[in-house]
């Protein structure tokens, strides 16, 4: 049988794939790349679009196809055979893109491109794609001494591999912790699908009681409802530690900390830059580390007042109605979600039973339907897991493209919600490609007959990766490196994801989303009344919470001095304190490691970047205004002339110019912080 992974005619065949074709497949795959870049570095002839960008493209998307396939599995299907795979073949693959990053041949056609007659006639999104070529060479170390390039290769090499266990680390130490509740008066104040869904843990593992992990579908029902504070207590350490010199010794993610941090920083100096800021941020918006830090603080400095009042209500209230004095960190979701509760009558356990998954979905995808006049049909395709469902895209009898849908946690699934790139959309000559997307979460699943039930924090997250989404599959831009998510500024790609957040609390949007699990009742409005009341509840304290982590990102890799060698893990917590002095109303104890578990920074692409949500969210509350400027009198902002205008100028280009120049299409004026502002009910009286 031929290697399914080397099968590129239609869509990965997950019913065939197995760990043991991953090596013959990438391998091959590598080679012939190899032998294309050999090919094409030793032709005489003037490089065009057509005799060197187009080869170039089509045999490297065939390696990132399949590579991207062997990712996708590592991370939602994270068994030894499958992680083992994964790893065995990460060096060979990093050290291929480092390899081609450092090879001055192909700089040099590009850059003869670039200089060519032919550079003025191509298309702006294919002038772009060849300057941003041209950037990543140099950002790959292209124009280094050929003394250091070796050097430089290994530095990239490394830093995927410790990438890669700074995850499995995390994902292994979650899984560590369990704990096995034998009297059931330890589960007073527990929801009742909580307790089915542990004593459904336990079952599974032939045992009596209860489990609870550190899973967030087990996790937060006991920070925000248990009674039991020693319960609460527990759970808190044994999560805030994970990864760490506190649980066991090969898990802990610290040294891995210091070596990403010091190959960073030696990176960056090879590069010619100062720290690994500086490199983070060239192909962003934002210019410097100092302009990001100074909208960070100005941020800070608007939210921090909210943020104290917000503390002072809660440790008040915990004092006089709860007879918590002092308020410790595992007491927060706790009391926080009792005083929800006292002061907007509603707590979100309620709030959830209208939402079941089945109900929830049609609702998304008649939002979808209802601002882009797009179709989403169920459709077939091989799945890596029973739970899983596959979706195509159409519009006037065309698909536009297809997304796989995976929502439920699992033991073997890696933590936290993402949209990942199965195919994009490219139109050479073979002919069209249309998209397809990996949508994935983590919620709780079925228990005991019943559909699945989100909580309102759940339905925001679904969307926010199905904005992900459709900005991957609504693209209209044919070239390969700029259409759907490629090409995009990082610090803007959060754009269309925390944009589509904002329709959760619209009620036309809610009241044809919900069905309450046991009565089939919708959300009456008395009760999305309550929401909406309590939409901005303790909004400061999250918002300087997101600061927190932003400035001790972007701090973390401009400040602390990393060319002696790794840091020591005491450096980067004392950096953490700084910040949180700075931003932070509510302090961890001593013992918390929030940066052994930071993988967004240390394992997803983040690095100097965390600041990428709140920059977005600036443009996404200032898109978002236009619909509310559209809808207003009308009772509904699912505006489809304001929707088609902003699938045009914002979902549709893609990477194919700049972020901020698809943002004034749109609105036709640069972006304001007001809208954000407003949302988050930050605005003085």
Known sequence: MPNPLLDFSALPRFDDIRPEHVAPAIRQLIDENRALIAELVADPAPPTWANFVTPMTEEGERLGRAWGIVGHLHSVMDVPEWREAYNAM????????????????????????????????????????????????????????????????????????????????????????????????????????????????AERDGKPGWKFTLQMPAYLPVMQYADNRELRARMYRAYATRASEQGRPELDNGPLIGRILALRAEEAKMLGYRNFAEVSLVPKMAETPDEVLAFLRELATKAKPFAERDLAELQAFARTELGLDPLEPWDIGYASEKLRQARYAFSDQEVKQYFPEPKVLEGLFGVIRTLYGVDIVADNAPLWDAGAHFFRIDRDGATLGHFYLDLHARKTKRGGAWMDSARSRYVGPRGTQTPVAYLVCNFPGPVGGKPPTFTHDDVLTLFHECGHGLHHLLTQIDDLAVSGIHGVEWDAVELPSQFMENFCWEWDVLCGMTSHVDTGAPLPRELFDKMIAAKNFQSGMQTVRQLEFSMFDLRLHSEVDASAGPVPVERVMELLDEVRREVAVMIPPPWHRFPHSFSHIFAGGYGAGYYSYKWAEVLSADAFAAFEEAGAGKGTLLDRETGERFWREILAVGGSRPALESFKAFRGREPRVDALLRHNGMVSA
């Open 90 to 201: 990460l060096p060979e693959v990093s050290s291929f893109y480092a390899e081609v990053g450092q090879n001055l041949e192909l700089f040099e056609k590009y850059r003869l491109l670039h200089d060519s007659a032919e550079y003025d006639m191509l298309s702006p999104a294919r002038q772009r794609i060849i300057d941003h070529e041209l950037r990543d060479f140099r950002l790959s170390g292209a124009e280094l001494p050929d003394a250091d390039k070796p050097r430089f290769k290994e530095i990239q090499e490394e830093q995927s591999a410790l990438a890669a266990k700074f995850s499995e680390n995390l994902l292994d130490a979650t899984n560590a912790h369990t704990e096995w509740i034998e009297d059931e008066a330890e589960l007073a104040g527990l929801p009742d699908d909580a307790i089915a869904a542990a004593r459904a843990a």
